[in-house]
């Protein structure tokens, strides 16, 4: 043990004897009481703590930082603990300056995580941030709850906040969050978690600040059909199929009621029609947004009304001061209950019960986690990989990977070159180092000239010409890393422009003019309009690196060098830069409008891949590889199958009886093997290859979406000339539609089911029969949305049915 | 001597000596050449030196960051310095850490000295930042040309660099300029120039990002008549009436040309239409705007012809890199020839011959200055009154002056409340000190309990509420100290809202319910709508701040105590926060349209106090006193006059044949008195007193303003009781109108003249005869406006005439 390690050994004696981190229930008040027994129920064990609370020590306890009741021996417990891509600092969380726990894995933001499509990569990833954690916790430096994942998903690339989750689409995403809360929470059946993850934002957040638009005040128009269709499913990933401890809910409104004060989303949705019902399941406020209810929504008259409002709908905690400060008159005035309160404290209690922190701490794996279980070998290697494997190859003439020699010299120009924190993106903790691009090719011993950028989006260049010019130069091949950062994109920040800024790409065709092999890293969480890049001849090749992390550098150089091959895919769309300009950030609707319509709709082009009518740039899942592959269905020699037919009803007798939700059935192998063999037909380099399955073709109501993502898989380390099968199981709610009174739909019709970006290969076939209803929807109970921005979810959505003859779905047989 | 002052010395001493500040014309290359003859006519001697330049010399001082000519002992000289609102630091102006020179004078930012409405005032202030600005060079920490003066009209609320402005009005913009040059560049006839200032940014300019239109490829749409009438009197004040030594052209395109690539604004409107042609008068590019030619206007299609069209256009330097990298290729091609490159260089070089550059230094006043000359006891006085000058009081229940014992104590809560670098504003320098209010409070041995505020724009405000209650729970009056700063409104960061930030909102009204004096003073340059502060019959009063510098927070408690009574008038309207939703920040049109017209004009409530439609929270001029004031015109014992008519050709032939321009021909008080009589009408404060005087009536083209701003003064510390006269000059121009054409005409039909927003007391006439032209409008040369982006300014302007008996002025007699 080193000199540190045996000092924090030291410390953690110290944490674990005199400090106030966890209750003491052998020689505290507590001792004796049930909720230190450890074979009652954590229900039973959190109801007893809390019926030995006075009430005002229970109104005290409903903010996240959480005095405890001394009286009793209850610590206090900060709630507010963040762990994006790893642990954050600040808040309930907090680094040392150095040594022990000065430091925690940083791996990539989730935006390239998800280009990586890599759900084992995702459960690794989350299974180290719980393990430091953990680590952290048992120093005394962090919680046992964290506010994360951000799972909102990315429809417009304005959002600020886009780099913070997995992308675009709501079937990868409620795939990736499966993942990650696996890994940050453990198995559902373990008697301890590791930690509590929180799902966030619940729901329809994904604006900052647009025009007018703040998030604290928008009120987000969302139709049944595209909420369930596309902003719910992530959250039900949560809360049905994941058991994820906490949720949080958001700054916005939905149709006129602000989420935190709305039953309809917390009891009827979220609980009710989910099953969300553990009692150490618990909702958050997001910060201050219990504020917000009543100003700027103006959804409760007094601030007492808005206290009562969201704690009586469901809000257990408060992130902010408001539960505190103003549920004590709430009381008084009768507006909260004490089952409503005891409810909120009995889930957080019971939520701290199943992370063991009221059990003795030599019977918890947990709780054994130290300093040595931090930025391991093993969490280093994988947050490179990380950042290795979402790197997406958007163009190449052949110039990658490069062919550098002893003798040969790169130009790193721009402010990406030597960036440091900007590999961190939000939400960061402290890494154990950030590699830069410059770092990593130095320590590759490349013979490097670097210059910095022109600088932020749009800012003046003015004197940084003269240092890129030098570099460009003295080398052989010019490499531009830059693109956007978080001065642009951010918490609180929407982007102004999806357009490269005009000092940069004034920059990169001047340096490409040089005739030299010029390749561009095009950095930031946000994708930019690379179209004029794609048509200047002079620039070799893009690749998009997003926000990478501690070893953001290294995994850049090596993919540059073609130690590393890229296979990352693009997890939203990268639209062209006129693309803002038609669609208000503010229009939740997903499919495109003509503006003519009777109900009034602004015109739209619709939204991400799906329903975006225009021509991307980029589309979403695009990525090119260093070797070439063939793809195939092993089920037919031709790249299309013959069409065969298929009956709902079969499909539906077919599910095996423990599925416990029918979207979930499987689409049986027996019937129509969706399986797909991988050939790296290439001689030189091995590749990893993700798979991405889509559907497509005339099923359920019309307007239909372009394609929709029903499968994927990674399959990693493909050498030439090797062959792969790839699992690519679809389930029968991803076949699916959501009609208009959000309920999913299996339709008859025709199914086109095509690989990588809509085929070719592709498997055709028919559903015939009756359409089935997979997941009902709840209808929202209008007599609870009496405040002043009711707009009403009227008759209007409800139309049609789906009873023997009838439906949408056959009209289109 | 202090030992500072004797080490300042030996510094001087130096800096005269071995260093390359200035050219040496005794012992260097020089001597003896015609540009060191200083009996030599400017132009002469700088075409002599100029001639002495190789053509790589030459191109190769065409950058802000000047090289100079070593061969010839011509020093390098930096052109990029800034002095808003004081000496700023970075660029050419070098701040020592500590010391002599490690401070100048900051003063407010110019909208709050232009809420003085104090023309003397301003004189004095750039009186004193030119003789620290000339310590500052001789100390070789700055140059001698300033970026500096910002006069864009601040025409929307949302606009981020309106702090920079003095206000919203042309004709006061107009008055406040004159003066302020006059104070940086001293008289005309001067031998010497105090220092060089810079008009800017010319013209259109005033939108940083907004809705994904960025500054720097923003084409403003903007009539003749909307362009004569507003966006250009002030750099008319500039180039006509005050010969200001330099202009900058600026990022923005007017009707498709990029300002800095137009022969029409630099040429025929700025050089020939207003006689600025001293070859000392030169024209820099903003930073990087020759780059934006290029890119992302567009407008030339290679570098070496975006940098060949300004410099022809008359765009004399570049501040940037563009010049010296591509003017060698537009040479090289012929697309620039030596004369117009010579006429560049002599401009620049003409105008440091003016500034005393190649002098003996004996000779010149200015260049005997030093840092006993900064930040002298009067120029903080100064700089104190310049702050309290501006403070606009808005609302005021009786509360104030508050009556503070040594029994009571006050709260001061907000996050200006003990603001620092807040009090600077943008372009700012080091100050002597940063007088924050609660330091101010704490100096006059007030009891203050402190608490900082919510945050900023709308961020959440979790756990600042505790310190907000426990100050005001322990204090007798409560004084919030909040609004906006430079993290929401900047240069390159317009507003997204002139809503008070909910969280602020919030706090200020919980604040207000306990039932205590509660006084809101409102700080930051733009306007925020202080409606609900109005009707909250718990807000006692409203003061607003703006910006207000280094003796801020003095001057903000000596009015809240009385020791100093506010005066200032809002120099902006203030908007109700829903009007940036009624128009976009591109409109550029100030009249208001109902969006259903032939011309196709999007719906506009009308822009600034003259074309708005809408009800302002409260307007320009508005400002309330300490006393009472009674107003009235000498001429007449009511408060209106009788209808006196007066003709045109009369007051035309009245015109003192000295008047250089017909415009500025005043209205002669012989034929038609306008001084008031100002009396304090109060018992017991002595109070400065704005006398603001509006033109309106139907004369002139419909539609007509509601009013205009055509006089103003400031009478300062009038005693209760006594009576002063306000001298109120009004110009021919200012009662002319503008036509569609641009032109300047006085117009037959009926006029009131209002004192104090629009009056009692009023003067009213008519005017008859012919309409007359007091100054023609220059039409744009088609020929030269060739590039992409050409948007015709075609014959629908030009209509209608005002020959006998015609003209639609005519048509409301």
């Known amino acids: 043990m080193s000199p540190l390690r045996s000092g924090l050994a030291a410390f953690l004696c110290l944490a674990g004897g005199a400090s106030a981190l966890f209750p003491d229930c052998v020689n505290g008040p507590l001792k004796g009481e049930l909720v230190c027994d450890t074979s009652a129920s954590p229900r039973d064990r959190a109801a007893s703590l809390i019926s030995l609370f006075t009430v005002p020590e229970k109104l005290n306890n409903t903010g996240n930082t959480s005095p405890g009741v001394p009286r009793l021996g209850v610590p206090p417990y900060e709630w507010w603990n963040e762990a994006l891509h790893g642990v954050a600092a600040g808040h309930g969380v907090n680094f040392s300056d150095a040594g022990d726990f000065s430091h925690a894995t940083s791996f990539p933001q989730p935006i390239l995580m998800g280009a990586a499509f890599d759900d084992e990569l995702i459960h690794a990833v989350a299974t180290v941030v719980s393990t430091e954690a953990r680590a952290f916790n048992n120093a005394n430096r962090s919680g046992l709850d964290y506010w994360t994942p951000n799972i909102n998903p990315y429809k417009d690339p304005r959002w600020g906040r886009g780099q913070e989750t997995p992308g675009e689409d709501p079937y990868h995403l409620s795939q990736y969050v499966r993942a990650l809360i696996a890994g940050l929470q453990g198995d559902k059946d373990d008697k301890y978690k590791r930690v509590v993850a929180t799902c966030k934002h619940f729901v329809g957040y994904d604006l900052e600040t647009w025009n007018g638009n703040y998030r604290y005040q ?92 969201a704690l009586n709908a469901g809000t257990d905690l408060n992130c902010g001061t408001y539960y505190p400060k103003y549920l004590p008159g709430a009381y008084a005035q009768g507006l909260i209950n004490d089952t409503t309160l005891d409810r909120a404290l009995i889930r957080q209690y019971s939520s701290l019960i199943r992370l063991g922190y009221f059990d003795p701490p030599e019977a918890q794996p947990y709780r054994q986690l130290n300093f040595n279980n931090v930025s391991t070998p093993e969490a280093e290697a994988l947050a490179y990989r990380a950042a290795a494997e979402g790197i997406v190859l958007l163009k190449n003439d052949g110039a990658l990977p490069l062919a550098l020699n002893a003798s040969t010299s790169l130009a790193l120009i721009g402010d990406w070159a030597n960036a440091t924190t900007q590999l961190q993106g939000n939400y960061a903790g402290q890494a154990p180092y950030l590699h830069s691009p410059l770092h990593a090719a130095q320590a590759r011993n490349l013979t490097v000239h670097y210059a910095a950028g022109p600088g932020g989006q749009g800012d003046p260049t003015t004197n940084s010409w003269d240092a890129a010019w030098a570099a460009a130069d003295a080398a052989d091949v010019i490499v531009y890393v830059g693109g956007l950062d978080i001065s642009v994109e951010a918490e609180g920040l929407d982007r102004n422009s999806i357009a490269w800024s005009p000092p940069q790409l004034d920059m990169i065709s001047a340096l490409a003019a040089q005739g030299k092999p010029t390749v561009v890293l095009a950095m930031g969480a946000g994708q930019l309009d690379s179209a004029p890049l794609v048509a200047n001849p002079n620039v070799s090749a893009i690749l998009w690196g997003g926000v990478p992390g501690q070893a953001g550098g290294d995994a850049l150089i090596d993919v540059l060098l073609g130690d590393k091959a890229p296979a990352g895919r693009l997890p939203v769309t990268q639209y062209p830069a006129s693309y803002i300009a038609e669609i208000a950030m503010t229009e939740m609707a997903l499919r495109p409008a003509n503006g003519s319509g009777e109900d009034g709709a602004s015109a739209s082009p619709g939204r991400t891949y799906m329903w975006y009518t225009g021509r991307p740039t980029f589309p979403f899942g695009a990525g090119l590889h260093y070797t070439t592959f063939n793809a195939s269905f092993p089920s037919n020699s031709t790249t299309t199958t013959t069409t065969s037919t298929l009956s709902i009803s079969a499909l539906l007798a077919a599910c095996p009886p423990s599925t416990p939700h029918k979207d979930l059935c499987p689409l049986p192998a027996s019937l129509l093997p969706t399986n797909a063999l991988i050939t790296n037909t290439g001689k030189t380099h091995a590749s990893d290859y993700v798979a991405l399955l889509f559907v497509s073709g005339t099923h359920g109501p019309a307007p239909r979406p372009q394609r929709r993502l029903v499968a994927y898989t990674r399959l990693r380390d493909i050498a030439a000339g090797e062959t792969r099968t790839a699992a690519l199981e679809v389930s029968l709610g991803s076949l699916a539609r959501v009609d208009e009174r959000g309920r999913r739909v299996l339709f008859p019709g025709a199914y086109r089911l095509g690989l990588d970006v809509d085929g070719p290969p592709a498997i055709e076939f028919a559903l015939e029969g009756e359409a089935a209803v997979l997941d009902e929807w709840p209808e929202p109970d209008e007599s609870v949305r009496v405040g002043k921005g009711v707009v009403g979810v009227g008759e209007g959505y409800f139309v049609g049915g789906y009873g023997s003859g009838g439906g949408e779905g056959q009209e289109v047989l």
């Open 218 to 309: 928008f009120d987000a128009q969302i139709s049944p059909q595209d909420l369930a269709e596309y902003y719910m499913p992530p959250f039900q990933s949560c809360a049905r199929d994941s058991n994820v401890g906490a949720f949080m809910c958001s700054y916005n409104a939905v149709n006129g009621v602000p989420t935190c004060a709305d039953p309809y989303l917390l009891q009827t949705i979220l609980r009710e029609h989910w099953g969300w019902t553990d009692e150490e399941q618990w909702v958050t406020s997001d910060c201050d947004s219990i504020q917000n209810i009543y100003l700027p929504h103006e959804w409760s008259p007094t601030r007492e009304q808005a206290v009562a409002d």
